[in-house]
């Protein structure tokens, strides 16, 4: 048995297990904010879209009726939701490949690219058609970016995470979420407050997408110092040693964990159709079904997201004690019997601090879900093959049932007058996980 080392007034060694985990701590510590911030930056520019819709669809979708030019500009932002699933099979494929690292890299790349052509793009007035044409190819690539980022931040965060702490750490991924939710309402909040309206139409909706250029250095900047994952370096050498490299990680996921991919998949649905519908449409729901000003809803989704972002981490951490399917049930339990009575609250008690409540709400029970959820389906799929079947489940649900949430509630709204769309579009997302969350793998690869 080798004696423990111990240097008087200096702590243990390097080689010592105890300033081997220090280290490791440290290292995890850093990627959690590294690549949380780089991430919160990218749904930034993904999500700021939605908040800015209106005035979108006023300067590019060419048509009389207003509610026919938010129809048009929501369906542009959906179509960036079209090209997750091909992200999600290159940037999660690549991950499992090239590492979590380089993958990252990539995203933040052609998240930048896609947000400057519509930064500045010219309006329709100016370059005919061709003006919602720029629109919808900087959508595109937004599309094609978020589709890998899911997969591959989580794998990132939860390979770098202690033995006890996944959901603390992969709950970041969603808390971050928050946080570019947070900046892009107190971006517009700021914009609608101190510009007129005609200001904002205008050239002020263009603000909030320079702001998100920043992505560009700050992000590259933050992924490059970062280091490989351990679990992923492992993985790489057992391959070596084996001779066992998975070439094709895509194939190899659909082939061989096809029951993975559909409890992901369904799981996935509450995962994808919660944020959408409670808290990147309420700004616009609660403007023209219950006739807030922009500034009220703008200042609730500011408030609201800070309870985002406490819930998740708070969840997340709370799923390491408890377990995930545990979090994951009382969540969606939670959402079903409360999101339509909070919707009813609303529209009879009409005023700004009956919203802000009901927003937080929102929000707090939506963190609930999500803070737990990359960790759950993190460890459905084994590390050869993580990031792609993370991708490739999360993705195909936010495409179908996610990113067409607006224009399906806007439509929904405005053609069939049925009352609080957004509520059950929630609630239908409810009985589909806790359908999956009845067969969901409890954790079995690390």
């Known amino acids: 048995m080798k004696d423990v080392i111990i240097n008087p007034g200096m702590g243990a060694l390097p080689g010592h297990p105890a300033s081997q985990a220090r280290a490791q701590e440290r290292s995890g510590r850093k990627a959690v904010i590294a690549a ?26 060419h048509n009389e009726d207003p509610t026919v030019q938010l ?14 699933p091909l992200g999600a099979l290159v940037l999660g494929s690549y991950g499992d490949r090239a590492g979590r690292k380089a993958a990252l890299t990539l995203t933040i790349m052609l998240m930048a690219v896609g947000t400057l052509l519509i930064a500045a793009a010219p309006p329709y007035a100016a370059i005919g058609v061709g003006a919602p044409l ?3 190819c900087g959508r595109v690539l937004q599309g094609f970016s978020a589709g890998g980022e899911v997969g591959g931040a989580t794998a990132f965060l939860v390979e770098h995470a202690p033995e006890g702490k996944r959901g603390q750490y992969a709950s970041w991924l969603q808390a971050s979420m928050g946080i570019s939710n947070l900046l892009g309402a107190l971006v517009a909040t700021l914009v609608t ?32 110092a970062l280091d490989e994952t351990p679990h992923f370096r492992e993985e790489q050498a057992r391959q070596a040693r084996q001779n066992d490299r998975v070439k094709t990680p895509l194939l190899a996921v659909v082939r061989d964990y096809p029951k993975e991919l559909l409890t992901g998949l369904c799981m996935s649905v509450l995962w994808a159709v919660g944020p959408y519908a409670l808290i990147i449409f309420m700004p616009i729901y609660v403007q023209k079904s219950l006739g807030f000003s922009s500034s009220q809803a703008f200042v609730a989704a500011l408030v609201g997201n800070l309870f985002l972002i406490g ?12 377990g995930r399917r545990t979090m994951l049930r ?12 909070l919707m009813m609250w609303l529209k009879v008690s009409h005023t700004q601090t009956t919203l802000i409540v009901v927003q937080s709400l929102f929000c707090l029970m939506v963190a609930m879900y999500v803070g737990v959820a990359p960790a759950a389906l993190s460890e459905v799929f084994p590390t050869a093959v993580r990031s792609s079947g993370m991708s490739l489940s999360y993705n195909t649900a936010v495409t179908i049932l996610g990113g067409f949430a607006p224009a399906i509630l806007t439509w929904i709204t405005y053609t069939t007058g049925v009352a609080f769309a957004p509520a059950l579009y929630v609630m239908g997302a409810c009985v589909v996980a806790l359908v999956a969350l009845t067969v969901l793998p409890q954790g079995r690869h690390g």
Request: aromatic share 20%; proline share 3%; with cysteine.
């Open 71 to 84: 129809m048009a500009s929501f369906l542009a932002f959906g179509l960036g939701f079209v090209v997750r």
């Open 193 to 224: 407050t101190f510009l007129t309206e005609q200001q904002v139409g205008e050239w002020g909706w263009r603000i909030p997408f320079i702001i998100g250029l920043a992505i560009a250095p700050v992000g590259l900047w933050m992924r490059r």
């Open 311 to 322: 819930g998740c981490v708070f969840s997340g951490t709370l799923s390491d004690r408890y």
């Open 36 to 61: 949380s911030a780089g991430n919160a930056l990218e749904w930034y520019d993904f999500t700021v879209y939605a908040l800015f819709a209106v005035y979108i669809g006023q300067n590019f979708f």
């Open 330 to 341: 009382a969540a969606a339990l939670l959402l079903l019997i409360a999101v339509y009575p």
């Open 134 to 136: 720029l629109i919808v």
